[in-house]
Nanobody, 118 residues
């Protein structure tokens, strides 16, 4: 059974930083995945990809995240991180951790709320 549990969301002032964590169980972080990453969904908007790590180690960022957010993982702790700096009000959303174990199977966490005050 795959489980993803996010943490680290909260309220921060514009320009501040947050570090999101996603602890996974039932997945081999060392290689049992196609990609893993962070997505977000703001009210009234579609869920969008923010940052991803692929099985080969490559990373991918949305244009809005480039230069401000950094995705990383700790294989020993089966944990995925998203360091978010220089936060803007537009970054406010529910952030979801996701792992694709195959090209047809993607798992999602329950989400963590990020609120950015101006």
């Amino acid at each position: 059974q795959v489980q993803l549990v996010e943490s680290g969301g909260g309220l921060v002032q514009a320009g501040g930083s947050l570090r999101l964590s996603c602890t996974a169980s039932g997945i081999n972080f060392g290689g049992g995945f196609v990609d893993m990453g962070w997505y977000r969904q703001a009210p009234g908007k579609q869920r969008e990809s923010v940052a991803r790590i692929f099985s080969g180690g490559q990373t991918s960022y949305s244009d809005s995240a480039k230069g401000r957010f950094t995705i990383s993982r700790d294989n020993a702790r089966n944990t995925l991180f998203l360091q978010m700096n220089s936060l803007k009000p537009d970054d406010a959303a529910v952030y979801y951790c996701s792992v694709a174990t195959t090209i047809l199977r993607r798992y999602w966490g329950q989400g963590t709320q990020v609120t950015v005050s101006s």
